[in-house]
């Protein structure tokens, strides 16, 4: 008669559970607060990947200015 009793048991995996909720829960709403706080900051300028490239033909590559 190692085992324990069920109603032990399950007391200890109710416990588990709603830690296992009140972290996600914690995660959750540091989520929340991150995201808000990148609205507030503004949109972003432009892509930086993109920054100095001119719409229309772009110089080929191989055209040296001599």
Do not use: C, T
């Amino acid at each position: 008669m190692a085992q324990s009793r069920p109603s032990v048991q399950k007391r200890i995996n109710e416990a588990k559970k709603a830690e296992r909720k009140q972290h996600k829960a914690e995660k959750r709403a540091a989520r929340a607060l991150a995201q808000a706080a990148r609205r507030a900051a503004g949109p972003v300028e432009g892509d930086p990947d993109l920054a100095g490239i001119v719409a229309g033909p772009q110089p080929r590559p191989d055209d040296d200015d001599e």
